[in-house]
Every structure is written in structure tokens, then in C-alpha cells.
Antibody, heavy 112, light 112 residues
């Protein structure tokens, strides 16, 4: 059974950093393209970033380019999202996704 | 960015009724490989999104055949035949043909 378990969320002040992790199991992680999608409170879904199966290519939405970094460790079957220079508008639940599979999400709150 | 326009924004239905949700994109969603990366997701209350249909018309694993997807190019429809209580929630269309990947604003399906 495919499982994606996010961690690392929490309350952080504007301008600070946070690193999210997504532990994957139940499939060969290195074979799959992965992504982060977020959902602000009471809002819709918003794609954040994607990474190819090897990690050789990454893609970001404009509003996080230069501040967020998606990466992966295929040996550990883990996806990451390093978030720097956080802003209040980054407040959201962050989901790790692989095609049709989604994790339970981790809440990031950016507030002073 | 590709704009995904979903209608209606909400639907009130009786159990056993059939409903359709429309999703129109601002650009063709046909990728260079000839495939169309248009998907439908359901987010039940308090839950993570779940993919129902991928690439326009392919049913996700474990998804009942009451759900069906049709469409091409820029115009897509999700049909739910014989709505059941477990179908309630917010439906999203999503495109992964182009970067940034984008989502519709959602259609909230409620019980009449």
C-alpha cells in the first residue's frame, strides 16, 4: 500500500525557514516524479513544486521561486521542501503527492 | 498560466440523483506525447484530496464506476451517476500538462 507521511510543519515567524519531509513507502520511490501541493485555510489547491524521479529537474510556481527548494533522497525514500524567507501567504497545509496518492498533509503557519 | 474554470461552484443533490461538473481550460491540455493530463479529485470534509479520474477518463484504483470523465482539448466533464452520501465534498479538476500545474476552484457537492 502506497503511503506518504509528511512532517515538519509548525508555527514560524515571517522571514524564517522550515523544512518539510515526506516519507514514502509501498512503492519504488526512485521511479516516480513527486510534487508538493498546498491548501491555504478554507481555500483551494495550489501546486507548489515538482521534481523528477532522479532529482535532476525541478519546477516551481513563481511565488516560491528562489525561496523554496524541492529535493529528494532516493536511498531514504524521502521528499523534502526547504522553505526560506517565509511569508504570511505561505500559510497552508502542505501535501506530498505522487500521481493519485496524497499524504495527510502538514500545516505550516507563518505568523509573528 | 492555464486557467481552469469549473462550474457550477456548488451543487445540492439528492441521494440517487446524477450530476455533472464542467471544467474548461484556457489552453489545450494535450501534451506533446499526445496524452491529455486532466484529472479529477475529490476532497471529502476534513480529508486529503483523492484522485478519482486521471487523463480525462481513466478511473482511479478503487473508484466506483458511478464516476466517469469525458472531454478533450479544453472542455471536460465529470459525471456522477446515482450520488451516494460518501460522494459529498469538494471536487477539483487539475491539469498537469503545463507548468505551473493548476487546479479549478472547486465544486462543492452537498446533500439536498
Amino acid at each position: 500500500e502506497v503511503q506518504l507521511v509528511e512532517s515538519g510543519g509548525g508555527l514560524v515567524q515571517p522571514g524564517r525557514s522550515l523544512k518539510l519531509s515526506c516519507a514514502a513507502s509501498g512503492f519504488t520511490f526512485s521511479n516516480y516524479y513527486m510534487a508538493w501541493v498546498r491548501q491555504a485555510p478554507t481555500k483551494g489547491l495550489e501546486w507548489v513544486a515538482s521534481i523528477t524521479n532522479s532529482g535532476g529537474s525541478t519546477y516551481y510556481r513563481d511565488s516560491v521561486k528562489g525561496r523554496f527548494t524541492i529535493s529528494r533522497d532516493n536511498a531514504k525514500s524521502t521528499l523534502y521542501l526547504q522553505m526560506d524567507s517565509l511569508r504570511s501567504e505561505d500559510t497552508a497545509t502542505y501535501y506530498c503527492t505522487r500521481g493519485g496518492h496524497w499524504g495527510q498533509g502538514t500545516l505550516v503557519t507563518v505568523s509573528s | 498560466d492555464v486557467v481552469m474554470t469549473q462550474t457550477p461552484p456548488s451543487l445540492s443533490v439528492a441521494i440517487g440523483q446524477s450530476v455533472s461538473i464542467s471544467c474548461k481550460s484556457s489552453q489545450s491540455l494535450v501534451y506533446s506525447d499526445g496524452k491529455t493530463y486532466l484529472h479529477w479529485l475529490l476532497q471529502s470534509p476534513g480529508r486529503s484530496p483523492k484522485r478519482l479520474i486521471y487523463q480525462v477518463s481513466n478511473l482511479g484504483s478503487g473508484v466506483p464506476d458511478r464516476f466517469s470523465g469525458t472531454g478533450s482539448q479544453k472542455d471536460f466533464t465529470l459525471k456522477i451517476s446515482r450520488v451516494e452520501a460518501e460522494d459529498l465534498g469538494v471536487y477539483y479538476c487539475a491539469q498537469t500538462t503545463h507548468f505551473p500545474n493548476t487546479f479549478g476552484a472547486g465544486t462543492k457537492l452537498e446533500l439536498k
